[in-house]
């Protein structure tokens, strides 16, 4: 048996178990995979490539370090 991540073309991600690579062209040619979230039968294989385009490593803006109040933490705290 083989799972398979599937996704349709709204991008919803299910799993699949196939008996073998043949099975899944089978299943698909004969219409019967399915996305269970949207019903949509336009189903492929995902790549599995996590966080693609998911990116979530925006740089944060540093804190504020030229106000009295929010320096103390800062390098040079007491230097300016
Ligand atoms: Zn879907």
Not at 55 to 70: E, L
Request: charged residues 20%; hydrophobic residues 30%.
């Amino acid at each position: 048996m083989i799972l398979y991540t599937l996704r349709c073309t709204h991008d919803h991600h299910f799993e699949e178990w196939f008996s073998n690579s043949g099975d899944y062209d089978a299943k698909k040619d004969a219409g019967e995979l399915v996305c269970p979230e949207c019903g949509d039968k336009e189903v492929g294989k995902a790549i599995m490539a996590p966080n693609v385009g998911k990116s979530k490593s925006a740089p944060q803006p540093s804190p504020a370090c030229g106000t009295p109040m929010g320096c103390g933490g800062c390098a040079f705290a007491g230097q300016h």
